[in-house]
C-alpha cells in the first residue's frame, strides 16, 4: 500500500500511540483525543484513512464517522470496538460505510483493516439511501 495519511481518534493516548506506532513506518499519523478535534483535522486537511475509537468522550465513533464523510464522502473509516464484535455488526456498520476492527489488536490485524477499509464501497449506501456524497 503506498504512502497515506492517517487521523487516529481515540480518547485513551496510549492506545492511539500504540496505533499510530504500528502505522508509522510508512505512512504520515497524527493522533487526536476527541471528534471535535478530529472534525476539525479532516475539515482543514486531506487524509486517506480515519481510525476512530467507538467511545470518544463528545461523540459514539459511527457519529464520527456520519459527521466526518458530511466532509469528506470518500474517506475510508475503521471504528475501534474496545468490546466483543457482536453478531450482525459487520452490517450495522456498513450503513455508516465504516470497519469495525476488535482491540486489542497485532500488527497483522491493523495492517489488514487499512487494506480492507479500501475496499470498503464508500458512497454506496449514502447514494441508496438518498443522502449527498
Given at each position: 500500500?503506498?504512502?497515506?495519511?492517517?487521523?487516529?481518534?481515540?480518547?485513551?493516548?496510549?492506545?492511539?500511540e500504540v496505533m499510530a506506532s504500528y502505522l508509522?513506518?510508512?505512512?504520515?499519523?497524527?493522533?487526536?483525543?476527541?471528534?471535535?478535534?478530529?472534525?476539525?483535522?479532516?475539515?482543514?486537511?486531506?487524509?486517506?484513512?480515519?481510525?476512530?475509537?467507538?467511545?470518544?468522550?463528545?461523540?459514539?465513533?459511527?457519529?464520527?464517522?456520519?459527521?466526518?464523510?458530511?466532509?469528506?464522502?470518500?474517506?475510508?473509516?475503521?471504528?475501534?470496538?474496545?468490546?466483543?464484535?457482536?453478531?450482525?455488526?459487520?452490517?450495522?456498520?456498513?450503513?455508516?460505510?465504516?470497519?469495525?476492527?476488535?482491540?486489542?489488536?497485532?500488527?497483522?490485524?491493523?495492517?489488514?483493516?487499512?487494506?480492507?477499509?479500501?475496499?470498503?464501497?464508500?458512497?454506496?449506501?449514502?447514494?441508496?439511501?438518498?443522502?449527498?456524497?
Amino acid at each position: 500500500m503506498e504512502w497515506m495519511r492517517i487521523l487516529i481518534a481515540d480518547e485513551d493516548a496510549r492506545r492511539g500511540e500504540v496505533m499510530a506506532s504500528y502505522l508509522r513506518v510508512g505512512h504520515d499519523v497524527r493522533v487526536v483525543g476527541t471528534a471535535r478535534d478530529a472534525l476539525e483535522r479532516i475539515q482543514a486537511e486531506s487524509w486517506g484513512l480515519l481510525i476512530v475509537s467507538e467511545e470518544l468522550p463528545d461523540a459514539h465513533g459511527l457519529e464520527m464517522v456520519d459527521a466526518a464523510h458530511d466532509f469528506a464522502p470518500l474517506l475510508p473509516a475503521i471504528v475501534v470496538v474496545l468490546g466483543t464484535l457482536r453478531e450482525g455488526i459487520h452490517e450495522d456498520f456498513m450503513k455508516h460505510e465504516a470497519l469495525p476492527m476488535h482491540w486489542p489488536l497485532t500488527v497483522s490485524e491493523l495492517w489488514l483493516a487499512l487494506h480492507a477499509a479500501h475496499q470498503l464501497p464508500l458512497g454506496l449506501y449514502r447514494r441508496r439511501e438518498g443522502l449527498q456524497t
